[in-house]
C-alpha cells in the first residue's frame, strides 16, 4: 500500500528540491525518446513530474510533455521553471490514478524518481489504457551504491545515535541495497499486469561530489527523513555533517541510475 503522507510530503521543500535533487543522464533521455520512436513535437506523458527536473530534459530535445502531478507545491515549481525555459509543457495537477488523460494518445509514458508511488494493481493497467500500440513505458530512478560508499559504516552509525533508524527509511539510508528494481521485480510486475511485452532494464553509472552542507540539503528533501520527528531530524543532520567534515568536508557517491523500460 502505497503511504500518502510520504508521498505527499515533497511540497513542503518543493525549492529545496528542485535546487538539491540530481537530474538524470542525458544518454537515458536519449535512449528513452529513441526506443519510443519519438522527435521533435511528440506529445509525451510524464507521471509524477515532481518540479519538472525529468521534464526540462525531454522538453529541451523538442518534445511536448504533458506532466500529471499531485502536489501544488511542485506542481508550482515546474510550471514555474517550465515557463522560464520556454518549453512547451501542459501540467495537471492531480493524481496518476484519476487524472483527465485521453485513451491511446501517447507513444511513451516515463516517470522519473516516481512510479513506486504508484500502485502496480493499478498503475499499469491505467498506463496501458493510455498508451498507443506500441508504446513504451519507461521508469526510472537515480539511486546511492552504498556498497562503495567508504563513510557508509559511518554514516550508518548516525542513523542509529540519532534514533532514526526507529522508522522506515528509505533509499538515503546507507543500509539499503542500491536499485529500486530488479528484472526479478520488473518482470513478474509487467506480466501481473498484461498487455505489456519486451521489458528491460538498464543501469547509467555517475559519481557525485557533496560538501556536507550540500548532501544534508539532498537529505531534507526525501520523504522520509521529512517526516522524521524533529529533533530526530536536528540531529541525524548534524551528525551526518560532522562525520562528512571529519573526512574532508566531502562526500563522494556513487549514484547508477537504474532504467526500467516496457513496450504496450
Not at 509524477?48 to 502531478?69: D, I, P
Not at 507545491?73 to 512547451?88: C, D, I, L, P, Y
Not at 560508499?149 to 543500509?175: F, I, K, N, T
Request: hydrophobic share 40%.
Amino acid at each position: 500500500m502505497t503511504d500518502q503522507a510520504r508521498r505527499l510530503s515533497f511540497g513542503a521543500v518543493a525549492d529545496a528540491y528542485d535546487r538539491s535533487r540530481p537530474d538524470y543522464p542525458p544518454e537515458l533521455v536519449d535512449d528513452v525518446i529513441e526506443y519510443a520512436g519519438c522527435g521533435p513535437g511528440s506529445e509525451v506523458l510524464e507521471i509524477g513530474a515532481g518540479t519538472g527536473k525529468a521534464t526540462r530534459m525531454f522538453c529541451a530535445r523538442g518534445l511536448s510533455v504533458v506532466a500529471v502531478e499531485p502536489d501544488g507545491e511542485m506542481a508550482a515549481v515546474a510550471s514555474r521553471q517550465a515557463a522560464t525555459a520556454g518549453h512547451s509543457v501542459r501540467i495537471i495537477q492531480s493524481d496518476f490514478e484519476s487524472a483527465a488523460l485521453a485513451a491511446g494518445a501517447f507513444p511513451l509514458a516515463y516517470s522519473a524518481q516516481a512510479w513506486h508511488w504508484i500502485e502496480p494493481e493499478t498503475g499499469y493497467a491505467r498506463v496501458h489504457g493510455l498508451l498507443r500500440s506500441g508504446g513504451v513505458l519507461a521508469a526510472f530512478w537515480n539511486r546511492v551504491d552504498w556498497s562503495r560508499c567508504p563513510l557508509r559504516e559511518e554514516l550508518q552509525a548516525a542513523y542509529e545515535e540519532s534514533g532514526a533508524d526507529q522508522v522506515q527509511l528509505g533509499p538515503m539510508h546507507p543500509g539499503v541495497s542500491a536499485s529500486p528494481r530488479t528484472t526479478d521485480e520488473w518482470d513478474p510486475e509487467l506480466a501481473r499486469a498484461a498487455g505489456f511485452t519486451h521489458t528491460g532494464m538498464r543501469s547509467y553509472e555517475r559519481v557525485f561530489r557533496y560538501t556536507a552542507a550540500e548532501y544534508v540539503a539532498l537529505l531534507g528533501t526525501h520523504s522520509d527523513h521529512i517526516l522524521l520527528a524533529p529533533e530526530v531530524r536536528h540531529q541525524l543532520l548534524e551528525q551526518v555533517s560532522q562525520t562528512i567534515e571529519r573526512h574532508g568536508g566531502v562526500l563522494e557517491l556513487s549514484v547508477p541510475t537504474v532504467l526500467c523500460v516496457a513496450r504496450a
